[in-house]
């Protein structure tokens, strides 16, 4: 099957400092990907949907200054969390579908960055 | 609005049961629905993908069936072991979105 990479898996951090997170797909291309948050024992929620060379598309409530979306590439997406806050804290996973939307269409899903801010 | 919810949110049994985890979603034009496994504090790890034209997928101790008229699907799990013991999450991709809309999941404890 397809892999997702993420990288940092863990990252601890100070206030007012930015991280970057990267989301990889490995074999395989990927026009769209999606990041998620997900707070101790809670479900997953979108936060945005990162586009390969245009702007992403962000979920409602969700700070588009504050989380950055790149896409600058088939395989890769990166969100940076700009000055980053202890409410920040958070697991932060990435997917990213194969195929189009219909009945080839299957998404993967990266193992996840554990973000601590301090 | 398109929603997933899971039911129960938690379940306990002893080893050996066998057991069936619920799924429910409010729009039936889907193109398919995932079941996943997360171990706390892991990834995902994707059990079961059901297009929307079938009626279930089998994977080991694992059957998943979809019933879209209804809008529900069910994950049963044969001879639960405590190696299952995780939290276990719905996913639908609705039609006209690529993005999957996940329930809360239900959290599993199989005792030995």
């Known amino acids: 099957g397809a892999v997702v990479s993420q990288h940092p898996s863990w990252v601890i951090c100070k206030s007012g400092t930015s991280v970057k997170i990267e989301c990889r797909s490995l074999?395989?291309?990927?026009?769209?990907m999606f990041w998620y948050r997900q707070f101790p024992k809670q479900s997953l929620m979108l936060m945005a949907t990162?586009?390969?060379?245009?702007?992403?598309?962000?979920e409602q409530g969700v700070e588009k200054d504050k989380f950055l979306i790149n896409h600058a590439s088939l395989t890769l997406s990166t969100l940076t969390v700009t000055s980053a806050h202890p409410e920040d804290s958070s697991f932060y996973i990435c997917?990213?579908?194969?195929?189009?939307?219909?009945?080839?269409?299957?998404?993967?899903f990266g193992p996840g960055t554990r973000l601590t801010v301090t | 609005k398109q929603e997933v919810t899971q039911i129960p949110a938690a379940l306990s049994v002893p080893e050996g049961e066998n057991l069936v985890l619920n799924c429910s979603f409010t729009?039936?034009?889907?193109?398919?629905l995932q079941w996943f496994r997360q171990d706390p504090g892991k990834g995902l790890t994707s059990l079961l993908l059901?297009?929307?034209?079938?009626r279930e997928q089998t994977s080991g101790r694992l059957n998943a069936s979809l019933d879209k008229s209804s809008g529900r699907s069910t994950l049963y799990i044969a001879a639960s072991q405590p190696g299952d013991s995780a939290t276990y999450l719905c996913?639908?991709?609705?039609?006209?979105?690529?993005?999957?809309?996940f329930g809360q999941g239900t959290r599993l404890t199989i005792n030995p």
């Open positions: 997917s990213a579908p194969t195929g189009t939307s219909g009945t080839n269409y299957e998404q993967y």
């Open positions: 074999d395989f291309q990927a026009t769209t």
């Open positions: 990162s586009n390969e060379g245009s702007k992403a598309t962000y």
């Open positions: 729009d039936s034009a889907i193109y398919n």
């Open positions: 059901i297009q929307s034209s079938q």
């Open positions: 996913a639908v991709a609705f039609q006209g979105a690529q993005k999957l809309v």
